[in-house]
């Protein structure tokens, strides 16, 4: 499901990762002066202890500054030329991710399939995919069907209307009604007499012109 990448989106790509450094820059500062702060409160010196505590706190927040941004733009960047039956979460922190999953799942109605691109986890920290296991953890609270590895490794595909469509309701043919079979004539038990064939009309009146011939 990778899409290959034009000189724009991979400039794109390479801006997002800058600020995604920014942000983790701001964690390290933030780090450093809240660890500061505590050893100046157990020194007793709390005025210095809350001074570098505020200060953490500003790096805090242009670190969560600069990691929207960087989500904002690995998201716009790898799903550019996209439909919104696809969705690349390469780049992204986890929950950065699940809240996308989450937006896309209303964006569409529930209505489809939708193709979820987590990719192989070749960047995360040890090897370890960490993306996956939390969008699997949706799919199973939203009770949808789905396909792990498909299309692809490193995606699935989900199907909000179940992965065949209900077969269509059939009518029960009309009940047929029985033919009345006529009853078979019972024959005649024979006389042992001759039948006679039938005299037309013809043949009587000669027999009757030949009696008065006959009478003369």
Not at 2 to 7: A, C, F, L, R, T
Request: aromatic share 6%; charged share 35%; net charge neutral.
């Amino acid at each position: 499901m990778e899409h290959e990448k034009d000189p724009e989106t991979i400039k794109a790509l390479e801006e997002a990762q800058k600020l995604r450094d920014q942000a983790g820059a701001e964690a390290k500062l933030r780090g450093e002066c809240f660890e500061k702060s505590k050893k100046e409160f157990e020194t007793g010196d709390k005025g210095k202890a809350k001074e570098l505590s505020e200060e953490g706190k500003k790096h805090g927040a242009l670190m969560e500054e600069f990691n929207k941004k960087a989500a904002d733009a690995f998201f716009a960047a790898n799903n550019k030329g996209r439909d919104d039956f696809s969705i690349d979460l390469h780049g992204l922190y986890v929950e950065e991710a699940v809240d996308r999953v989450k937006q896309r799942f209303a964006k569409i109605g529930r209505k489809g399939t939708l193709v979820i691109i987590w990719g192989a986890g070749n960047h995360s920290e040890g090897g370890v995919r960490k993306i996956k296991p939390a969008v699997l953890e949706i799919l199973k609270e939203e009770k949808v069907e789905f396909d792990d590895d498909t299309p692809n490794h490193g995606c699935c595909t989900v199907y909000f209307s179940g992965k065949t469509a209900p077969a269509p309701a059939q009518t029960p043919a009309p009940a047929k009604t029985p033919s009345t079979v006529p009853a078979a004539s019972t024959p005649k038990p024979s006389t042992g007499k001759a039948v006679m064939p039938l005299t037309t009309p013809e043949v009587a009146e000669e027999k009757k012109c030949c009696s008065c011939c006959c009478v003369m």
